[in-house]
């Protein structure tokens, strides 16, 4: 467990901080996203709502996956050369223990995990599975714990309400989600 010390940002310095740590990770992920799939990805978990870790801070987390597109494969032929070319892919645009996990007894999943401090991401889980009719490559991505307060945050993102059920099914990577209902100018009243 992370234990955060120190002055933690708040009103509208925690809003842009944490803008900022969502943005890097989100923009480090796209560039994966991109060279896997350059098409829109499912959204099973939207992600842009900040989460508690540690002792006081804040984190973000998201999963994407490729569509589910019979005749879609990795260009590679065989698992493992789809796996050796995400890790090496991996390696060559800075992420960092980067190592794969398998499994026995016949699973064809895959898992890749790396990280990226530098650009917010302590933790990304890359599951490939071969299939016969298509590939389906998973990504769970979950955010480097920041210092701020997770509550406080929440409100200065959604003054309104989190709108979830407003967030889309499938998006392409290169396209920026809006970072909350807008910039505050000010800590919201408790």
């Known amino acids: 467990m992370m234990t955060l010390t120190g ?38 978990g939207w ?25 879609w494969w990795l260009p590679q032929n065989t698992s493992e050369g789809k796996v050796d070319a995400l890790m090496h892919w991996l390696d060559l645009n800075g992420w ?29 889980l890359i599951t490939v599975t071969a299939g016969p009719a298509n590939d389906i490559v998973h990504i769970k991505v979950t955010g480097t714990c920041e210092p701020g307060n997770d509550s ?15 967030a889309p099914q499938s998006v392409h990577p290169s396209v920026e989600p809006p970072f909350g209902d807008g910039a505050p100018t000010s800590t919201p009243e408790s």
């Not at 989460?51 to 589910?68: Q, V, W």
């Not at 406080?152 to 059920?165: H, I, K, N, Q, R």
């Open 7 to 44: 002055c933690a940002p708040s009103g509208p310095e925690l809003y842009l901080e944490a803008k900022d740590a969502y943005s890097s990770m989100r923009e480090k992920v796209a560039e994966l996203q991109l060279h896997v799939y350059d098409g829109e990805w499912d959204l099973p």
């Open 152 to 166: 406080e945050l929440w409100e200065l993102m959604f003054p309104d309400g989190y709108p979830g059920s407003n």
């Open 96 to 124: 960092s223990d980067v190592r794969m996990l398998t499994y026995g007894g016949g699973v064809t999943a895959v898992n890749i995990e790396a990280t990226y401090p530098e650009a917010h991401v302590q933790d990304i």
């Open 47 to 71: 992600g842009i709502a900040p989460e508690a870790c540690g002792s006081g801070g804040y984190r973000f987390s998201f999963t994407r996956t490729t569509p589910l597109e019979d005749g």
